[in-house]
């Protein structure tokens, strides 16, 4: 099934209930990431009421506006997989509530696709391996403040 396809079949799920009941029960936004055959990979961002957007990089939540800031200044369309991770956890870091970013305190999931099979799958990043970039992003954090 396309990626989009099933975004629209939830959100319209969603709409349903504000439009018809008046009410939003689900109360919340969603970020979807798929691959599918047909449009390779995708994120989808959806909110309360059912409306969705498709986008290249998002961020959702109360710090958003921070992350979306970070995010213009930072992504770049043909980032490597490693790359795009240093800066999801560089956008967390920023935006959570703590100021000790931590591995214990977020959690990867890697969707990966062999684009000859169609075969899509997907894993938890390690803690250890979360840590180790974290690690980096201290470093280069520190090496720019010295700058």
């Known amino acids: 099934m396309p990626v989009e396809s099933l975004v629209q079949d939830i959100c319209d799920y969603k709409q349903s209930y504000t439009q ?11 970020l979807f990431a798929g691959w599918d055959k047909h449009n390779g ?3 989808y961002q ?11 990089a998002a961020t959702i939540g109360e ?9 213009k200044s930072d992504f770049e369309e043909n980032l490597d997989t490693r790359s795009c991770i240093k800066l999801a956890a560089k956008v967390l870091s920023k935006t959570m509530d703590s100021t000790d970013p931590s591995a214990e305190k977020m959690e990867f999931l890697i969707l990966s696709a062999d684009e000859e099979t169609g075969k899509v799958s997907q894993r938890i990043m390690p803690d250890e391996e979360l840590a180790e970039i974290l690690q980096e992003l201290q470093q280069e954090t520190a090496t720019e403040g010295d700058a």
């Open 41 to 43: 990979y995708q994120l």
């Open 46 to 56: 959806s909110d309360p009421s059912g409306n969705y957007s498709g986008w290249l």
């Open 63 to 71: 710090n958003n506006p921070a992350g979306k800031s970070l995010l």
């Open 20 to 30: 018809y009941g008046g009410l939003r029960p689900f109360g919340v936004g969603f």
